[in-house]
């Protein structure tokens, strides 16, 4: 290793920034729980907030005082500036941000996993050592063209097999492998699997960066639709051309092969009979995964080629360059003017206007026709009053109290600072509304207001007393899920008015 590599790659290195942070055990178990553990290679904003939140909460119940801001803080940070321990973007099918791991946050996971998981991840000398001769030998083998060579190697494994088998004929005994040795070769093979699941995301930044250089030029005007198109067709040739993109595509036809999968799918079943592996259960739950996952593994870094792909078709859209070429004419101009003002600023103030009500519409926003809607005449009557409905409107009307607003904000206050998560039939319990439905209506606006949870979505059944005419009757109501919630970033330590 070289010196000023090394001083370099500690310098910039997303992934030694992360082991140098301060909350560094503690950000690498939870990334490591959400995406690893769980085998998930993407989650949601609102996954990643409700289980940062409770793993918060796990954290202050044993005893630690770290990872106390805000959850949205904390994702915000991860993903953006130097930090870049998680990727964040918007997916077609989804409706809000996405996180993925980065190939940083991937390497240190890596790391410090191989430290930790000793007893998995123990490799003898006896099977290191097999392995080595073996994988050499393949080499040699395998990179001959010679006849005779391969002619030799075949006849060897054919003598090799005939004897194996007339020796399970004479003696009637199977050789096995020992404890000691089936238990190495399957830590072999996990180890494997998870350094196989981390490389997926260098090949598939590899296709991002080509994407985003198309797109840059693009953008840009760098060159004719031609020499973009010959310098993407190049790149992305190049990329397949070499080990990385070979590597890949030979996965890909074993993996999406219907028969391979079956084949591994029955031999993934098997290992649950032997015995030895019984105590392997992280292991065994992590092989039993990963048809699953490398086959998403698989497909998601082909989404980003088809990414790639559109990127080339707009390049080809006559229409659409002709609409960009305009616009980075017009930018191009305003950045000239711009120059020219900042060499010699202008005694007078300067403005440019734009036009941002543009009458833009679609041919699909244009609605159906559908007939006028048709009103009946309806025969008016003379009402007469009714002196007994009128008095009890009044009644009513004067019944309507004046809800006080920070008397119910105090009560939820109060009530987080002595837990963290207060449902709303909870609160109602312990402080029974004076006002009815209004006061449960108040109480929903502030969660509203002030960024708890509501969600429409579910609906929860409140019972309170009715107010005003039927006594001793409760009224039951459907309200939407309302979970308030502790803010850690700014709380109260003090409340200013007293429930009356």
């Known amino acids: 290793m070289q010196l000023d590599r090394i001083v370099a790659y500690f310098e910039s290195s997303p992934a030694i920034r992360l082991f140098r942070s301060t909350h560094a055990p503690f950000v690498l178990c939870f990334l490591n729980e959400q995406?690893?553990?769980?085998g998930s290679i993407t989650r949601t904003q609102s996954e990643l907030v409700v289980a940062l939140t409770a793993?918060?909460?796990?954290l202050r119940e044993a005893g630690h005082e770290a990872l106390i801001d805000r959850p949205e803080s904390y994702l915000t940070n991860w993903a953006t500036g130097e930090t870049r321990w998680l990727n964040r973007f918007v997916a077609a099918d989804q409706s809000e941000a996405c996180y993925e791991l980065t190939t940083h946050s991937?390497?240190?996971?890596?790391f410090v996993s191989d430290a930790m998981d000793r007893d998995l991840r123990f490799v003898?000398?006896?099977?290191?050592?097999?392995?080595?001769?073996?994988?050499?030998?393949?080499?040699?083998?395998?990179?001959?063209?010679?006849?005779d060579t391969r002619l030799k190697h075949l006849h060897a494994e054919k003598q090799r097999i005939e004897d194996e088998i007339a020796a399970i004929h004479r003696d009637g005994v199977v050789p096995v492998y020992s404890p000691t040795a089936i238990r190495e070769r399957f830590a072999v093979a996990v180890s494997d699997l998870t350094e196989l699941q981390s490389d997926f995301r260098a090949v598939e930044e590899a296709f991002k960066a080509i994407t985003r250089d198309v797109q840059r030029k693009q953008s840009e005007s760098l060159g004719t639709r031609g020499d973009i198109l010959g310098y993407a067709l190049d790149a992305e040739d190049s990329l397949k051309q070499e080990d990385q993109g070979v590597s890949f595509d030979e996965f890909v036809r074993l993996i999406l092969s219907p028969q391979r999968r079956d084949e591994l799918q029955r031999t993934i079943e098997q290992l649950d009979d032997i015995h030895e592996l019984a105590s392997q259960l992280e292991g065994l739950r992590r092989v039993h995964g990963m048809i699953p996952s490398l086959v998403a593994e698989a497909q998601k870094v082909l989404r980003t080629t088809q990414r790639l792909s559109v990127t080339l078709r707009r390049l080809l859209d006559t229409r659409a360059s002709a609409g960009r070429l305009r616009?980075?004419?017009?930018?191009?101009?305003?950045?000239?003017?711009?120059?020219?003002?900042?060499?010699?600023?202008?005694?007078?103030?300067?403005?440019?206007?734009?036009?941002?009500?543009?009458?833009?519409?679609?041919?699909?926003?244009?609605?159906?026709?559908?007939?006028?809607?048709?009103?009946e005449s309806?025969?008016?009557?003379?009402?007469?009053?009714n002196k007994q409905e009128r008095l009890q409107a009044f009644q009513q009307l004067a019944a309507?109290?004046?809800?006080?607003?920070?008397?119910?904000?105090?009560?939820?206050?109060?009530l987080l600072h002595e837990e963290d998560v207060v449902a709303l039939p909870d609160l109602l319990r312990k402080h029974p509304p004076q006002s009815g439905a209004v006061e449960v209506l108040g109480y929903i606006q502030i969660a509203h207001d002030e960024g708890?949870?509501?969600?429409?979505?579910?609906?929860?059944?409140?019972?309170?007393?009715?107010?005003?005419?039927?006594?001793?009757?409760?009224?039951?109501?459907?309200v939407p899920r309302v979970r308030f919630r502790k803010r850690f970033d700014k709380i109260s330590d003090s409340i200013t008015d007293r429930d009356p």
């Open 35 to 38: 995406f690893k553990q769980a």
């Open 400 to 414: 309507l109290r004046r809800l006080d607003w920070r008397t119910m904000r105090n009560r939820v206050t109060r």
């Open 327 to 375: 616009l980075a004419n017009l930018l191009a101009e305003v950045r000239s003017l711009a120059v020219k003002l900042s060499e010699h600023p202008p005694t007078e103030s300067v403005a440019l206007e734009l036009e941002e009500n543009l009458a833009i519409a679609a041919v699909l926003e244009r609605p159906f026709w559908s007939p006028p809607q048709r009103f």
């Open 55 to 58: 793993f918060q909460q796990s």
């Open 106 to 110: 991937e390497a240190a996971i890596k």
């Open 378 to 385: 309806q025969q008016l009557h003379g009402d007469r009053a």
């Open 124 to 147: 003898g000398t006896e099977s290191r050592l097999k392995r080595i001769i073996e994988t050499l030998n393949d080499l040699v083998i395998g990179s001959s063209a010679d006849p």
């Open 452 to 478: 708890h949870e509501v969600d429409a979505t579910i609906t929860e059944v409140v019972t309170i007393p009715r107010d005003g005419t039927v006594a001793g009757c409760d009224l039951a109501l459907d």
